[in-house]
């Protein structure tokens, strides 16, 4: 197993995410990505056109894209955080409101999973420690895209995770703040 190993129910998912993505991001994505979702037509593809807007470019232009999807998406996370979580917490309630990686408090990170685990289906939150024991633990999220290989094992009588491979993507800043 390398680090570029992928779990097979990721590689079959995938795609069906970057669609999912693009369809709750709405219209202009939908017309960004062109020909994957809306198929050049016959005769739209006549080199008479070069130069020109394309009847294809006119074509998508007037196309609409109705999203029903992002909407519903929203309709459900609404309804969903309509009432607020009762939480049961060993520590400070303080606490919670910057228990992210970021400094997201625990409603926005709740409000970030509700929305893609309806958007996608997948999601995964991390509590982590900082190295050498200095900080607070936090909560790291992963979007289904950054939770890349896993194997799960029977623990105690349950099946539970036993190995996460996590994506994580940084920047590295130079002495002189570029990227």
């Known amino acids: 197993m390398t680090v570029a190993t992928k779990h097979p129910l990721y590689k079959k998912w995938s795609d069906k995410w970057e669609r999912q993505r693009?369809?709750?991001?709405?219209?202009?994505q939908v017309k960004k990505q062109g020909a994957k979702y809306l198929p050049v037509l016959d005769g739209q593809t006549d080199p008479a056109f070069a130069g020109l807007v394309s009847s294809y470019e006119a074509y998508k232009t007037r196309a609409s894209f109705l999203n029903a999807t992002?909407?519903?998406q929203e309709g459900?996370?609404?309804?969903?955080?309509?009432?607020?979580?009762?939480?049961?917490?060993?520590g400070d309630a303080v606490t919670l409101d910057i228990i992210g990686r970021n400094l997201e408090s625990f409603r926005e990170l709740q409000e970030s999973a509700t929305d893609e685990v309806i958007g996608v289906g997948r999601y995964g939150q991390l509590v982590d420690m900082p190295i050498a024991g200095e900080g607070h633990p936090f909560i790291a999220e992963y979007s289904a895209e950054s939770i890349v290989d896993w194997e799960v094992g029977e623990v105690g009588g349950r099946t539970v995770p036993v190995m996460v491979k996590l994506l994580e993507k940084?920047?590295?800043?130079?002495d002189r703040g570029e990227r």
Do not use: N
């Not at 940084?170 to 130079?174: G, L, N, R």
């Open 22 to 28: 693009d369809v709750l991001e709405g219209e202009d």
């Open 170 to 174: 940084f920047t590295v800043m130079t």
């Open 70 to 72: 992002g909407r519903t």
């Open 76 to 90: 459900l996370s609404g309804a969903i955080s309509r009432k607020p979580a009762i939480v049961q917490w060993p």
